[in-house]
C-alpha cells in the first residue's frame, strides 16, 4: 500500500508529454516573442527620440542663423524681413511643439522599462530552456518560472505593440538563398525607417517647409 502510494506521487509530480511541450512552446513562441518584441520596440523608440533631437538641431540651428544675418544685414529690405520673420517664428514654434509632444510622450523612459523588461524575459525563458534540456525537467522550476513571466508582464506596466512584434518577426526572417535574405534585411530596414518617419511626421514636414523657405530666400533673385 504504501509502496503504491509512493510511486503514484512520484509519477505525478513527473511532467507529462504534454506538460512539456506546452512549456517549450512558452519558451520557444512566447517568451522569445515577448523579448524580441520589446527590444525591438525600445530601439525604435530610442530612433524616434533621436530623430526627433536631430530635428531640434536643425531647426535651432536655422534658428541662430537667421539671428546673425539680421545681425550681419541689418538693412534687409522689407520682403526679405518677411520671409526671415517666417523662418525665425516657424522654427521656434516648431521647436517649441516638439520638445513638449517628447516630454508628454516620454519615449526615452518606456525605451528604458522595455528594454530592461526584455532582459529580465531573457532571463526567465533561458530558465525554462535549460530546465527542458535537463535529463529530469523539474515541474517545479518550470511552474515558478512561467508565473515569474506572468508577473513580469503586468509590473512592467507597458507593454509592445502589434507592429513591434511584426517588425521583430521581419528582423528574424532567415533564409538559405542570399537574394531572399537581401530581401528579407531590406524589407526590415524599410519597415522600420517607416515606422520611425511615421512617428514624427509633424517635425519632417515642418522641417520640409522652413528649409524650403531658407532655399528660396538664399536662392539669387
Keep these: 500500500m504504501t509502496t503504491n502510494q509512493t510511486n503514484t506521487a512520484v509519477n505525478a509530480s513527473e511532467p507529462t508529454e504534454k506538460t512539456l511541450d506546452y512549456y517549450k512552446y512558452l519558451a520557444e513562441n512566447v517568451m522569445a516573442g515577448t523579448r524580441g518584441a520589446r527590444f525591438t520596440a525600445a530601439r525604435l523608440l530610442v530612433l524616434k527620440e533621436r530623430a526627433s533631437l536631430v530635428i531640434q538641431c536643425v531647426l535651432t540651428v536655422l534658428?541662430?542663423?537667421?539671428s546673425v544675418y539680421l545681425l550681419t544685414y541689418p538693412d534687409v529690405d522689407e520682403n526679405s524681413a518677411r520671409r526671415l520673420g517666417l523662418i525665425s517664428t516657424m522654427s521656434s514654434v516648431s521647436i517649441l511643439a516638439i520638445v513638449l509632444f517628447e516630454y508628454a510622450l516620454g519615449r526615452g523612459l518606456l525605451a528604458s522599462k522595455l528594454h530592461d523588461s526584455a532582459l529580465r524575459a531573457t532571463a526567465l525563458?533561458?530558465?525554462?530552456?535549460?530546465?527542458?534540456?535537463?535529463?529530469?525537467?523539474?515541474?517545479?522550476?518550470?511552474?515558478?518560472?512561467?508565473?515569474a513571466y506572468e508577473q513580469e508582464n503586468i509590473l512592467t506596466n507597458v507593454n509592445h505593440s502589434a507592429v513591434d512584434f511584426t517588425l521583430?518577426?521581419?528582423?528574424?526572417?532567415k533564409s538559405k538563398?542570399?537574394?531572399?535574405n537581401f530581401f528579407y534585411q531590406a524589407r526590415s530596414i524599410f519597415a522600420?525607417?517607416?515606422?520611425?518617419?511615421?512617428?514624427?511626421?509633424?517635425?519632417?514636414?515642418?522641417?520640409?517647409?522652413?528649409?524650403?523657405q531658407t532655399v528660396v530666400f538664399l536662392s539669387p533673385r
Design 63 to 66: 534658428l541662430i542663423g537667421v
Design 125 to 147: 525563458m533561458r530558465t525554462v530552456e535549460r530546465e527542458l534540456a535537463a535529463p529530469e525537467p523539474a515541474l517545479m522550476v518550470l511552474a515558478q518560472a512561467a508565473e
Design 168 to 173: 521583430h518577426r521581419y528582423s528574424r526572417a
Design 177 to 180: 538563398s542570399g537574394p531572399v
Design 192 to 212: 522600420q525607417a517607416l515606422v520611425v518617419a511615421l512617428a514624427v511626421w509633424p517635425g519632417l514636414l515642418t522641417l520640409g517647409v522652413i528649409v524650403y
